[in-house]
């Protein structure tokens, strides 16, 4: 199937693609499709480039960043690439000690607790990360008119790997330090906010045409401290490429709740998890954002016509949005197979009015 509908002619170049514009509430005939996650472990052929090479060197790599990240364009046809990386890449290239254990995830050798353990975190700047530059611009240049979204971990997310060592289910240290040393936890995410704006703004002065700011954990905050400790550093984060001239994409896990304090970010698109109704977070949000997202990553697995059902609901409550991206509710777990992906882009590319 053509990677464009018949009514509209092919786009000359990443700024009149399908993505910018649904990104900039000027949708097209249809939502553009991409996946989180989508370049990675879902695929035979990345785990047959991956075999015997860690994951950070994978992400420092530019001939394996360019690779991987085109993979599932050409594998599924996508309306867009998504950089292959990791949240954690800008901490260990400032000096950070960490690994990023298989089947565990980021693990922090010396986790953080004390004043003395800011001097840890430099600024991120350019010439600590060539690579990334580099990997951005071999694949722009490869990806011509397909768009390419860079992305960083947001501050509260990164903070929680800092605080608890690793990946955590409640987050107890985190809350703790944020309650108990305020000055603390800001002077963290500070610092954070300071070297997640960096990562987005190496990107996009490379030549990404989006960017995305993951807080994966933000789901485990009430309302108000999201507003209190978090979001001011979110701002932050955004405000970096706020003069790139460039589109972003806001998305937490479990943020059913906060999708306004999100969207207040100051993101032109919120990402909505599976959680809620694309139609209600519309309701919420107002009319000053776009959306993206949210088929559950779960029924990748249900038969095909119950994968196909919901992409058609999904589609047509996006229609209710200023623009939409249609997008998994988060990521693609490995066990996925290829070929459902494909079939879910070939359904949402029909789908144009």
């Avoid at 991987?68 to 890449?89: E, M, N, W």
């Avoid at 400032?94 to 607790?113: E, K, M, T, Y």
Wanted: charge should be negative; include cysteine.
């Amino acid at each position: 199937m053509s990677a464009h509908p018949a009514s509209a002619p092919p786009t000359a170049s990443p700024a009149d693609s399908l993505l910018v514009r649904a990104a900039r509430r000027d949708p097209g005939p249809r939502p553009p499709v991409w996946f989180m996650r989508q370049a990675g472990r879902s695929l035979p052929e990345y785990r047959a480039l991956r075999e015997g090479v860690g994951m950070l060197e994978s992400c420092r790599r530019p001939d394996l960043v360019t690779e991987i990240t085109l993979q599932p364009v050409r594998r599924h046809g996508v309306d867009a690439a998504i950089f292959f990386s990791d949240i954690v890449v800008p901490l260990a290239a400032v000096g950070v000690d960490l690994d990023i254990v298989a089947g565990v995830g980021p693990v922090v050798a010396q986790p953080f607790a004390t004043r003395a353990d800011l001097d840890r975190l430099p600024p991120l700047t350019p010439e600590r990360v060539p690579d990334i530059t580099e990997s951005v611009r071999l694949l722009v240049a490869e990806l011509g008119a397909t768009p390419l979204i860079g992305f960083a971990g947001a501050p509260f997310t990164l903070a929680s790997y800092l605080v608890e060592g690793g990946p955590s289910r409640t987050h107890a240290k985190t809350k703790a330090l944020m309650h108990g040393d305020p000055q603390l936890w800001h002077a963290l995410c500070a610092r954070l906010a300071a070297i997640s704006g960096a990562f987005l703004r190496i990107q996009a002065q490379a030549g990404v045409s989006a960017v995305q700011l993951f807080d994966s954990w933000a789901g485990a905050l009430s309302h108000r401290d999201y507003e209190e400790f978090v979001l001011p550093h979110s701002r932050v984060a955004l405000a970096a490429v706020a003069d790139q001239g460039i589109p972003t994409i806001h998305f937490g896990v479990g943020t059913s709740e906060l999708l306004v304090a999100m969207g207040s970010a100051g993101a032109d698109v919120v990402g909505v998890d599976f959680r809620v109704a694309l139609d209600e977070a519309t309701a919420r949000l107002g009319r000053g954002y776009a959306v993206q997202g949210n088929l559950d990553p779960a029924l990748l697995f249900a038969p095909w016509p119950v994968v196909e059902q919901h992409v058609r609901r999904i589609v047509a409550q996006g229609r209710q949005a200023p623009g939409h991206i249609f997008n998994l509710g988060h990521g693609v777990p490995p066990e996925t197979d290829p070929d459902v992906l494909t079939r879910i882009v070939e359904l949402v590319k029909s789908l144009g009015e």
